[in-house]
């Protein structure tokens, strides 16, 4: 699959999580995330086992809460939503501190911050414990179409590519006493911007006739076969096992 491609979401590590192989990690965060949303609303108590199950998966990683909490910033605009429907939501209401809220508004609001914050941290935890080329061979041993991993895997490599041609453009123009203040500045940003677009068009040309030289055909070679016994499936799989009891006791009880 290529070379390894660190990422600022990995922390490198030695744990019990780190050594899993990625497949059982991605299987095991995809049925987790799956009872989550399953869960009733209602079932309150529930989300705060899983929350616990979850960081009881953080210190087996040796992921600090610290690190798990700042990442967890990135669902900010998911907050706010959540903030503004009992306002607008429609239905029977309630008065809190003088305030007018939609009870359905208010059932929603939790919903959405309960089961999106929670997958949200499994993803985290995920992408702590595994990295990027961990990832994709987790998803090729998967059988997801090769296409799309060899799509996701140029995505990742350009990705970093293109910001660091974007941080040379600016360092140039900075170097040449330039300094975007108004609106006068963005026919410059604009050249900058097409400029960027030719040469990554460029480069992507050049990368694809040098693989075509070396032999690619449509596939990208496995280099590292992954995989998993079954004590290391049951060892991931116990997160996501432990959450279906909780479900099924959130709608029964």
């Known amino acids: 699959m290529g070379a390894g491609h660190a990422h600022k979401l990995y922390r490198h590590g030695h744990s019990a999580v780190h050594r899993l192989p990625p497949h059982t990690k991605l299987a095991a965060v995809f049925a987790f995330v799956v009872v989550v949303v399953s869960t009733p609303r209602e079932a309150m108590w529930a989300f705060g086992v899983y929350a616990v199950l979850l960081a009881c998966v953080a210190h087996r ?108 453009m600016r360092i140039a123009r900075e170097s040449r006493g330039f300094e975007a203040r108004g609106v006068r500045h963005w026919g410059v940003l604009a050249k900058s911007a097409g400029a960027l677009f030719i040469r990554s068009y460029e480069r992507g040309e050049r990368v694809h006739l040098a693989m075509v030289s070396r032999g690619y055909a449509g596939s990208m070679p496995v280099i590292d076969e992954v995989t998993a016994t079954r004590d290391q499936w049951l060892r991931a799989l116990a997160l996501p096992c432990s959450a279906l009891v909780v479900c099924l006791l959130g709608w029964f009880l």
């Not at 306002?87 to 999106?116: I, P, Q």
């Open 61 to 168: 990683a040796r992921v600090p809460a610290g690190f798990l909490l700042k990442r967890l910033l990135i669902e900010v605009p998911f907050v706010a939503f959540a903030v503004l429907m009992p306002f607008v939501a429609e239905g029977e209401r309630v008065h809190v501190l003088g305030l007018s809220l939609s009870v359905n508004g208010l059932w929603g609001a939790w919903n959405v911050l309960a089961k999106g914050t929670l997958g949200v941290a499994a993803s985290v935890l995920l992408a702590a414990t595994t990295d990027l080329r961990e990832l994709l061979l987790g998803l090729q041993r998967l059988k997801l179409p090769p296409l799309l991993v060899q799509i996701a895997s140029f995505m990742i490599r350009y990705g970093d590519v293109i910001t660091d041609e974007m941080r040379r």
